[in-house]
């Protein structure tokens, strides 16, 4: 009995002490995160202080310096190769061959007559104009790359001697490539339309994006969501030679 008169002082501190420690517990941890976000803030808003990039910012300027970069390339190229051409030593045999493998390889300017596709995303609001379709989903509306990979492809077995996507030259190791709703060619970024022109026959070019199964499927799309679909002669063009640099792992000459 004197045992149980003696314990509820000592169970009433014993019961009360967890609680404590806990609170002092919060306390420590709300302190140790103001101190973590005035360090990370160092006297800015976190949330909407301009001077913090956005990820669509930063893209955008590497992209516009990755074109800068292509452009002095470009200019260094042609003070070499016209150095170069003042005294190589090499025959004219040997300089019609070199001619002919820069322009198999895309880095030399090619002259002819072009076709030009333009590709576009459908309006935002757009529903399906003929029955027996489903509403469109959101992916049924923006370009993917794959239409643009098809109409690349398209154009090369139309026998198309060059091709520019956007502003610039193809080559046989440039990748389309799509995120989200962008175009990433070659370290720069680009949004819709997009604009493909091809050097070479025009009517074997339209035949062959015509037979092309990939792009009867487009325009499927074209015909029920509104994607943007043209195709365009434009008469003797220049295309650019490639700018940019080559990066192979593995290659063999060409015969």
């Excluded at 452009?71 to 300089?95: C, K, M, P, Q």
């Excluded at 077995?157 to 193809?170: N, T, Y």
Aim: aromatic fraction near 6%; proline fraction near 5%; charged fraction near 20%.
């Amino acid at each position: 009995m004197s045992n149980s008169a003696d314990s509820p002082g000592t169970g009433s501190t014993s019961r009360f002490r967890p609680v404590r420690m806990l609170t002092a517990g919060v306390f420590a941890l709300a302190g140790l995160l103001f101190i973590t976000s005035f360090n990370t803030a160092k006297g800015t808003n976190i949330r909407t202080d301009a001077s913090l990039l956005k990820l669509s910012d930063l893209i955008q300027e590497r992209s516009h310096k990755n074109g800068e970069l292509d452009e002095t390339n470009a200019a260094l190229r042609e003070d070499v190769e016209s150095l170069a051409e003042a005294d190589d030593g090499s025959s004219s045999a040997e300089d019609e061959k070199l001619a002919g493998l820069e322009k198999k390889a895309g880095t030399q300017k090619v002259k002819g007559k072009a076709v030009t596709v333009t590709l576009d995303d459908a309006p935002p609001n757009a529903t399906a104009k003929l029955p027996g379709y489903p509403e469109p989903q959101p992916d049924y509306l923006v370009i993917h790359q794959q239409d643009l990979q098809a109409v690349v492809n398209a154009l090369w077995k139309g026998g198309a001697e060059g091709i520019k996507v956007m502003d610039q030259r193809l080559i046989s190791t440039s990748a389309v490539r799509c995120v989200g709703n962008t175009l990433i060619l070659q370290g720069r970024v680009y949004s819709p339309p997009y604009k493909i022109q091809a050097v070479g026959d025009p009517e074997k070019l339209q035949k062959a994006l015509a037979d092309s199964p990939a792009i009867q499927n487009y325009m499927v799309y074209v015909n029920v969501y509104g994607l943007g679909w043209k195709v365009t002669e434009d008469g003797t063009v220049t295309l650019p030679g490639y700018s940019g640099t080559v990066d192979l792992h593995y290659a063999k000459p060409v015969e």
